[in-house]
């Protein structure tokens, strides 16, 4: 499910390309969003990047 926080985000942003009369921009995130963002981003039609770390031990990350 999209949450509010993420459909705002994905508002704030076209707003202000359009304000500026942009047509890219860069978003970083932290991970719990992404995904919906993506979801977002390519149903809208844009195109998007997502980068996340490779994490392979649990020591790399406490949350593994």
Do not use: W
């Amino acid at each position: 499910n999209i949450h509010l926080s993420e459909t705002i985000v994905y508002k704030k942003q076209e707003q202000k390309l359009d304000q500026e009369g942009k047509n890219a921009a860069l978003l970083v995130t932290g991970g719990f969003h992404a995904e919906n963002l993506a979801r977002i981003f390519a149903y809208k039609g844009y195109s998007y990047v997502t980068v996340m770390p490779k994490l392979t031990k649990q020591k790399d990350c406490p949350y593994f």
